[in-house]
């Protein structure tokens, strides 16, 4: 721990001092004590409140500071600060990078990988839940670290579908560490901690204000090498961060969508605007750096008149085939993975006994081939 981490978490905390000012003001002074140090002239000039820059002459706040760094150890995480070795160098990159990082988890491992940002609508479709996970999953698997906001949503189902690659994953929340938001998310929380990690520039004790999470949205972007919008209205938080990746010289790809779906605009609107259209993993992959992009699917050299030619080896199948019984296979064969289908249907459409279907069902269900949504509907598992 650095002997001025009380320092850097209490300019972190002073009411009326964001990160463009707080990286304004370290520019200006070069470290948190002389910030707290300057006269008030000198901080008048940047043009902050009376109030502002009575906090920063206060000595309570540096006290907790340091409270605040008794309730990380107790919680088990750490704060990174601007300084540091281990701070995300492209998160560094950009304009405004939060000057202390609250981390729980494993972030060096998880960002050891080349990252993506997974982002899209709290109310989404099946369809768009189905496409995340999928996406997520084939690239966890290749070794992508995948980062999303642990939202209702898209945003969940980009984190299940990393996981259950039992690959790297991030969460950026717009709380403090210790706030789980919405609640029902904490087992997922819990999950990813346990195989990547949490991020917050906020304190301790900060509730889910709404204007934190578009806010948070720059961190999401300035990790990640790109940026793979799933679903997204017209006015969305999504789209924020598409132009925010815009702006930080990032990546946007889009997951094309129904044109009569609300959510479909933000996507096909971006591969409108020159977005590049995701239908598989492979189509973020090839628009990485080259020496990235061989790495990540594999490279042969393949002999053709004396010369070696390079060939990409498709990625493996992340679910090996399983053997269907004949009605399973039936009852498979007439679901989609973007319509749900209700049990009544499934029982007209096949013609089989209640039981017997729902012994397929239940069948499927085990194989991880179908799944079940609320009201005794089913949908395929991509």
Known sequence: ?????ADWIAL???RGIGPRTANDLLAEFGAPAQVFAAARLALEKHR??????QELKDSSILEKAEAEIERLEALGARVITLEDDDYPELLREIHDPPIALYVRGDLAKAYAQ?????????RCSTYGVNAAQMLSRELAAL?????????RGIDAAAHRGALEANGQTIAIVGTGLEVVYPKEHKGLQTEIMASGAVLSEFPLGTPPLPQNFPYRNRILSGLCLGVLIVEAAEHSGSLITARLANEQGREVFAVPGNITSQTSFGPNYLIKDGAKLVQQARDVIEELPRPLKEKLLGVEPVAEKGKKKRSFVAAQPMFPAVELSADEQKVFDLLSADIPAHVDQL???TGMPPSAL???????????RIRE???KSFIKRL
């Open 143 to 151: 070794g992508i670290t995948i980062i999303s906001g642990m939202a």
């Open 1 to 5: 721990m650095r002997p001025d981490l």
């Open 373 to 375: 949504l609320p009201g």
């Open 114 to 122: 080349p990252c993506l940002a997974v982002v899209g609508s709290r």
């Open 347 to 349: 029982l007209l459409s």
């Open 358 to 368: 729902m012994t397929a069902l239940l069948g499927l269900e085990m194989k991880d």
């Open 48 to 53: 902050l409140k009376p109030e502002t820059i």
């Open 12 to 14: 972190n905390m002073v």
